[in-house]
C-alpha cells in the first residue's frame, strides 16, 4: 500500500539538484562489413529484399494516385495512401529482430511497418505455423485468392499473402486483412504482431502502453513497439500513455514477478515532417526528439537517437533495448531518424520544402547505399541485387491484378446483405473468462470485509411493514456494483481495473472498498490523472484479450479522453472486420453540488456514437444485473451511475437484490411504478424525482402516471415504452441531461414516429436547462424536478385544475429560449 512508503520532508526538503545522462546521438556507425561476423548473408539481403518490397508496394500506390497506373495495369483509388517511401530503412530496422510474440501499432503511414513486420514474422515462423495462420484467417478466403495457380514454397505464398492481404485492405476488398473495413490507415494483421494502425495521429500513444500492461499483468511474452510520428509527438495521448508506461509503481508497489517496467518501446518514426511543419526548428522545441525521454523518468527512458537510415543501426538498437525491456527496465524511447521522399499524401506538392533537401536524402537512399555496402562487402553482386528487385516488382503486379479484380476480391457485397456492417458493431459474445489462467487474489472471496459485510445488509430497502431500514443496514447501489465486479475478479483472471484513486481510497465514490484487500497491485491500481491513457490502455489491454474496467471519475471528464471514447473504443471490433473484441466496461461517475465541471450528464455524447453500448441503472438490482452483462459481454460499454444515489436502497425489486449471479439484459426499459394515464420515460437518478411527480399527480390529480426507467440507451427496445402509450396516450421523457440535443430528445422522436397513431399529444421533453450547472444550493432551477413534470402537463398535454406551474414551459417560451440560444 502507498502507506508504507514514507515521503521523509528532510529527506525531501534537501538542496540538490537533478543530473541528466547525455543522450547518444547516432552513434552507431557500422557498415555491412563491420557487421558480417554477426549476420548470415542471407539475412543481410534480407534486410535489402525487405526494404525493397516496401519501396516498390509505395512506389505502386504512388503511380495508381497519381497516373491511375502500375506497370500498365490501371487503378483507380480513391482513398487514401500516405507512402513512406525513403523510411524503409527505418520500418526495417524496426520490425527486423521482433518475434511473431512482439506487437507493433502505428500511425496513418504505416504500410511500410506492416510489410517490414508481416516479412519478419514470415521469417521466423515455421512452414506448419504459416501455412497453420494462412489457412484459418477468414476461413482460408484471403490465402485462397493467391494460392490459385500457385507451386512456390509456403514462405513465398506467405510473401503473397502478406502483400495481398494488405493492397486488397488499402482498396477496401472483403478479402483484406480487415475485410476492407479499416482501410489503409488502420490495417493490421495480428496473426504476425502487426497490431491496429491509427488515422488519429498519436492515437496509438496510449492505446500500445495497454499493450504491454496485458502483455505484463497477462505473463505473456514479447515487447510492444508503438510507432509514432515526430510531429504526434506532441499529442495529448502520447504524453499520456508516456506518464502511464513511466508510473513508478511498477517498481515500486507491484510485487514478485510483477514487478518491473513495461514492456514497450516508444519508437519515433521521426521522418522530420508532420503534413508540411517541420518539427525542428517549426512545431515543436525538444530539437532532438530522444531529448523527451529525459523528462519521463531517472531512466529517461534510455532514449537515443539512431540513424533510421542505416538498417543496421536500429536493427543494432533494438537488439540493445530488448535487454533493457527483458530486464524490466522499460519503457524504452528511440528517436528513429528517417526522412520521407513522398509528400504526406500523393496529392501534395511538397510547397513547404526545397527541391535541394529532397535530392539531398535521395542522394543517401537508403536502400541504395545499403546495396552499395552489400556489393562493396562481397555479399551481393549488382545483378543479385537486380534480380532481388524484378522479383519484387512481378510479385507486386501479380498482387495487384488479384486485388483489383472484382471477381476474386468483392468488395462486401451492401446490396445483397444490407446489414453486413451492421452487424459488426457488436460482437455480442459472452465469456465467462477471458483468460485461463488461476485470477491473482489475495484472499478467498468469503473472507474479504466488504463481502462479509454485505451479507449482513438487508437487500430490499423495506421492512415487511413498509418502513425503510436504516442507511447503513440497506444494501446499496455500489454494493450492487462491488458485487458484480468482486465476482468477476474472482473467475475472470485477465480482469484488471484502474482510474484515479481506484486502489486504497476504494474508489472515489467507495464502489472498490474492499478491493484492496482482496486483490494485488497488478489487477487494481492508481493511474495517473490521465483520463486519455486510462481509457487508450484500456483498449490496447482488451485488444489483445482481456477484460479491463477504466474509470472516469467525473462524467464531465469525459473530454478529457474524447478521442479514446469517440473513435477508438467504438470502432475498433467493426474496423477490424470483427478480427478484434472489446471488452471494456468503463464506469462513469455523473456528478451535482460541485457545479459547472463537475455536475453534467453526457450521456448523449456517447450514445450518439455508433459502437458503444451504454447504460445508466439506477437501482441497486439494475446496477448489479447490468454490471454483470456487461462484465460478461466482449463489447464496449459506457456504463454510467449517478453520484447522487451511490447509497439508495432497493425499492422496487420486492425479493430483494439477488445474492447470486444473475444479468439484466441491455436495453430492456423496465416499469417500476404502472399507472394508465400518462408514461414517464426516465434516464438515470431523474426517476426518483419522477415517482415523486407521479405521487403527486396521483394525490391531488387523481392522474395514474406510468413510470419507465430507460437503464439503457444503447441499445434499446422501444416495444414496451410503445405498450404503455398505447395504454396511457401520453408520454414526457425526462432526465438530468440538459435537453438541447440530448438523447431525451432521440426517445422523443422515435416514440413520436412509432407510436404516432396512439398518442393523444406530442411527446414531451423535460430536461435540464441548457446552462452551466449551478452550485448545489441553485440546482433545483436547473435540473428536472417533481413540479417540472406537472408544470409540463399543465402547459403541453392537459391542464390540471386549478394548477399553477411554477417552470414556464409554454411554445413562446421554447420558442424565445431557441431563439437565445439558452
Ligand atoms: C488528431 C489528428 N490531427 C491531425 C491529423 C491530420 N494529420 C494527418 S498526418 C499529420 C501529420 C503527422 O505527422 P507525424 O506524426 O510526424 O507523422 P508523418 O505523417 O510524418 O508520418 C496530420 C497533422 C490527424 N490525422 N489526426
Ligand atoms: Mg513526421
Known sequence: MPKIQFINPTEVRKPGEVNFQPIPVNKYQKTVKDERGNFTDDELKRIYHDMVVIRE?????????????????????????????????????????????????????????????????????????????????????????????????????????????TLAEIFARETGFNK????????????????????????????????????????KPGLVVANIGDASMACGPVWEGLSFAAMDQFNELWEGDMKGGLPVIFNIMNNQYGMGGQTCGETMGYGIAARIGAGVNPD??????????NPLAVIDAYKRKRKIIEEKRGPVLLDVLTYRFSGHSPSDASSYR?????EAWQEQDCILGYAKQLVDAGVSTDSELEAIWADVKSLMVDMLKLSINDEVSPRMDMDKYPNLIGDMMFSNQPADSLGTATPDVNHPME??????????????????????????????????IFEAIVDRYYKDSTLVAYGEENRDWGGAFAVYRGLTEALPYHRLFNSPISEASIVGTAIGYAMCGGRVIPEIMYCDFLGRCGDE????????????????????????????????QHSQDWTSLVAHIPGLKVCFPVTPYDAKGLMNSALQGTDPVIYFESQRIYEIGEQFHKDGVPEGYYEIPFGEPDVKRAGKDITILTVGATLYRALDAAKLLEEKYGMSAEVIDARSLVPFNYEPVIESVKKTGHIIISGDANSRGSFLNEFARNIAELAFDYLDAPPVVVGSRNWITPAYELEDSFFPQPSWFLDAIHEKIVPLKDYIPGQNFTNLEQIRRAKLGV
Open 57 to 165: 508496394f509505395e512506389t505502386m500506390l504512388n503511380l495508381i494516385k497519381t497516373t491511375g497506373e502500375y506497370s500498365g495495369v490501371p487503378y483507380n483509388h480513391p482513398g487514401p495512401a500516405h507512402l513512406s517511401i525513403g523510411q524503409e530503412s527505418a520500418a526495417v530496422g524496426m520490425a527486423y529482430t521482433l518475434t511473431v510474440e512482439d506487437f507493433i501499432f502505428g500511425s496513418h503511414r504505416s504500410h511500410g511497418e506492416i510489410l517490414a513486420k508481416g516479412l519478419s514474422a514470415i521469417a521466423k515462423l515455421s512452414d506448419a505455423e504459416l501455412t497453420q495462420i494462412m489457412d484459418t484467417f477468414f476461413d482460408g478466403s484471403t490465402v485462397e485468392v493467391v494460392k490459385k495457380g500457385f507451386s512456390g514454397s509456403v514462405k513465398e505464398l506467405a510473401r503473397r499473402f502478406l502483400i495481398y492481404g
Open 180 to 219: 476492407g473495413l479499416g482501410g489503409s490507415m488502420h490495417a493490421f494483421f495480428t496473426p504476425f504482431g502487426v497490431y491496429p494502425n491509427n488515422a488519429i495521429v498519436g492515437g496509438s500513444g496510449d492505446i500500445a502502453v495497454g499493450a504491454a500492461l496485458f502483455k505484463k499483468v497477462n505473463r
Open 300 to 309: 529517461q527512458m534510455h532514449a537515443e537517437r539512431v540513424d533510421g537510415y
Open 354 to 358: 526545397s527541391k535541394e533537401e529532397v
Open 447 to 480: 473472507e474479504n470485509f466488504r463481502v462479509q459485510q454485505i451479507a449482513k445488509k438487508e437487500r430490499f430497502a423495506f421492512d415487511k411493514d413498509g418502513k425503510p431500514f436504516s442507511k447503513m443496514k440497506q444494501y446499496q447501489l455500489r454494493d450492487g
Open 565 to 596: 471514447v469517440f473513435n477508438q473504443l467504438p470502432k475498433w471490433q467493426a474496423m477490424s472486420g470483427n478480427v478484434l473484441k472489446m471488452p471494456v466496461v468503463m464506469r462513469v461517475s455523473v456528478g451535482s453540488k460541485y457545479g459547472a
